[in-house]
């Protein structure tokens, strides 16, 4: 509407909260009025009443230059005037929504029982208390003589039923308020993007508004955007938290700085676009771009100070930069505009044209300029640079650098080994792990993150970047020098530190920590998991906890095994189990391996291992061949867990899982500590990885049947390799990797919701609690055959007790009870039967019986009970012998044989 045409206005009382239709905005319209800032504006739908929209502005003040346009609506019976005479005012064009209007269109999408909450205060809002009342008594308590607020949170009552604005009891954060754009937060950094709302608070200083859909329901994701926001500089750095009281359209600023009591400055709200909103991560891309490196946030509690700081070894750097505080100290400070760099007053202004004060910016150091750095854009700004800063506040050079200081002082070596260690606990993403100093790196060829154990070199160089070392001189002063050798190989060889943090693995997605089982969905380092976050939580959608919602999330990853030709669909619920696993591998302490098998090439293994590698981790699997022997097991296995990868792959193996200790360590142990190859150090290293195999025809034996999990294709096609598959579902993964992992998310929560029904299955030893629960259960819930078949079906068909079953048969039936030796068993002809019987063993070697490995695999059965026999050792003279009893009831097979003695201690544990 323009200022030449005529309208009707309807007479409208003010609409409370409770009155507004919260699901839809009825009508849009586009103000046409003469100003260029032009916005969207709508009709909220209002029970029973019609919406006012003047033609003119004949109560308005003619040549106010806060006036943006003709077109001012009368607002909460005020005539528009200017700021400050007891009269409201607003640059806004068009419609002017009422306080309960505006918190309608915020709160779109409350949780179930969740409220929004305000409060209202008269006179100067700085003085007394803040109480909340629940939005639907908005128009008694937020009236328009008063400072009106709402909370950005929506909030669950309280024990009495009461509103609280109280962290505990916040439900859902739906809106990201900038808080003082135009003051302390320069508007040229947030660029165009268009807000929900803008709300003058004060002369000259705003406060930025952006409508969150869907909103947070986490403190952690809130935390992270927040902080994200803050330190991109376009917010306060003050005004964070799950609990923001933000000011309303319709109020009144009450601070005494800005009016007084009978004329107060009067909110105006000059923008409002109540059908923009934005998803988080869409904020975050616009307003803090992600940098090439990913930014992970240390924890809030830091590490200890060095307990030498007053022994003359160790002098850690000013908490403020110096010349920050210089800056400071002459009133020359104006305000940070990011991280690093300073709006200040050119301490040569007068030199100025006109003596402007604008235009003069100092810069912390960095790795380009370490000394720091000063730009002044008036005409002068050759003339002055950093040193004649320096100079003009008396610093020097070294105070300049704000770089702490480490003396290698004689008979010390402790202290300055404690002062180092504080320095490299400082810098990003460095962690103690298993004895080692390890820092968390990204490799650009493989697109994943690992856990580089650092060298006694690359200690050196992080702590010549971090700090300044000096030696006693000749001259009889302190000298600048490189770190000592000495103290160097003393902190890498410790083994025990005190202000590293200990690191236990990474994750790659949101994930449970450990203790609580609450769903991190924020990344950076937790205390008490500890463990590292190394992915951007905003990108993730919420979890619904709902069935429905459980069961649309298995629909969708369904689709993405569609093409796959399983054998049953035991083995397709086996292959949702193994991506669970992925997703949630860093949450559970035990899990067992996956083998993908098939009976001929081509039929699809490496590309399902593919796609389910991918839900751990979007980068590539370490792969690697299947040790040969248990010593190449060992070395193999703790050289690959030290980088703490998201899975191992055993890619295409021409051979059985072999049952070698460490396997079965990594398999049914948290940890594993053996000797690092080729050095003479140990290092304890986490089992906490998604293992994978593949073969053709090929499976777990012995130990391992009861440890990894088969998952049978077969195309049952005469060429498996000309089989396409048309959706493509590890490009579809890529595309939606974010949503795909919270749809498995999704189900446990909805399990979790559900009362966490537990099947009625064969209970498996070491995998019966944390892995059941979130890869097992909830798939019977949603009506999936057991996922666990195929490990049954495994440990019940046991192929050695089959193989000890023919050879004892074959021996009863030559020797009957009689006492026999290896020596007289193998002696002459021991018949058909027996022979192939041995035949079948691990026993041969060049075409012959080994009699020692013979008498270790005698060894190794004897006292299990197999088929109605059992084999019992009996001492005859200076020999052992053997004899096989044939038990009258034909009892079952023994359980499946324990692992050898080097690992049955470990194996006792679980």
Known sequence: ??????????????????????????????????????????????????????????????????????????????????????????????????????????????????????????????????????????????RDNLNTYFNCASFMPDEDGMATARKEHAAAFHALVLDDVGTKVDRELIGTIEPTWELETSPGNFQMGFKLTPPLHEAGEVDHLQQKIAKAGVTDQGSLGMSRWMRLPQGINGKPKYGTAERPFHCRLHRWNPNVSYAASELLAILAPTQDSVDVPRPTTPPAPASNTRDGVYMPRSDEHPVVAAFKAQGLYKRMISAGKHDVTCPWAHEHTDQADSGSAYFEPDSTHPNGGFCCQHSHRESYRIGKILEHFGLTTSQARNRSTIRVVGGEMHNVVDAAEAELAKQQNVFQAGGLIVKAMHDGMTGDWGLKPLSEADV????????????????????????????????CRAGEYHHLLPIKGLARQPYYRDGDGVLLTASGYDTMSQRLGLFDGAKFPPVERTE???????????????????????????????????????????????????????????????????FAGPGTPARMSYPKTSEEATKSIIAVLLGGPAVVEFDDMDTDWLPHGAINRMLTSRWITDRILGQSKTATVSTNTLVLGSGNNVGPLRDLSRRVLTINLNTRAEIPGTISYQANPVAALRCAREQYVMDVLTIVEAW???????????????????????????????????????????????????????????????????????????????????????????????????????????????????????????????????????????????????????????????
């Not at 319209?29 to 916005?39: H, L, P, V, Y």
């Not at 929504?97 to 779109?108: D, L, R, S």
């Not at 179930?112 to 006179?123: D, F, H, L, N, Q």
């Not at 193994?578 to 067992?592: E, K």
């Open 1 to 142: 509407m323009n200022s030449t045409d005529t309208s009707t206005t309807v007479a409208k009382p003010k609409a409370s909260l409770q009155d507004i239709d919260f699901s839809a905005l009825t009508s849009r319209t586009r103000s046409t009025g003469s100003s260029d800032n032009q916005i969207d504006t709508c009709l909220v739908a209002v029970s029973g009443e019609g919406i006012s929209v003047p033609a003119s502005n004949e109560g308005g003040k003619a040549g106010n230059p806060a006036c943006v346009a003709n077109d001012m609506p009368a607002v909460g019976g005020f005539e528009v005037g200017d700021a400050g005479d007891g009269t409201p005012f607003t640059g806004l064009t068009g419609f002017q929504p009422t306080n309960a209007e505006f918190v309608a269109t915020i709160f779109t999408q409350l949780p179930e029982s969740a409220r929004p909450i305000v409060t209202g205060k008269a006179g100067d809002p700085q003085t007394g208390g803040w109480r909340a009342q629940w939005a639907d008594e908005l128009d008694q308590v937020c």
């Open 460 to 491: 050196a160089l992080m702590l010549s970047r971090a700090c300044d070392w000096e030696k006693f001189g000749t001259k009889g002063s302190w000298v600048r020098c490189d770190p000592s050798t000495r103290h160097v190989i003393n902190l």
């Open 548 to 614: 429905s919602a459980a069961r649309a999330a298995l629909a969708r990853l369904e689709a993405l095994l569609g093409e796959f030709h399983f054998a049953e669909s035991t083995d397709k619920a086996a292959a949702l189990s193994a991506v669970m696993t992925a997703v949630v591998r860093p949450s559970i302490d035990l899990a067992p391996a996956f083998h993908v098998k098939a009976p001929a090439p081509g039929s699809g293994k490496s590309y399902l291992c593919e796609l389910i590698s991918l």
């Open 752 to 910: 979790r919701g559900a009362g966490s029904p537990r099947s009625s299955v064969s209970a498996i030893a070491s995998y019966g609690g944390a892995w059941a629960d979130h890869c097992r259960h909830p798939l019977i819930w949603l009506g999936l055959p057991d996922p666990a078949s195929n490990l049954l079906q495994q440990m019940q068909s046991d192929p050695d007790a089959d193989l000890l079953k023919a050879l004892l048969k074959a021996w009863h039936a030559k020797h009957g009870i009689n006492v026999v030796t290896v020596r007289r068993l193998l002696d002459g002809d021991y018949g058909t039967d027996l022979q192939e019987a041995l035949n079948d063993l691990p026993v041969f070697d060049r075409g012959q019986v080994n009699r020692s490995k013979l008498g270790w695999y005698l060894r190794r059965n004897m006292n299990r009970v197999v088929g109605g026999f059992v084999l019992e050792q009996v001492d005859a003279a200076e020999r052992k012998a053997w004899k096989v009893v044939k038990l009258e009831a034909g009892e079952p097979a023994s359980p499946p044989l324990p692992p050898p003695a080097s690992d049955r201690r470990l194996e006792a544990l679980f």
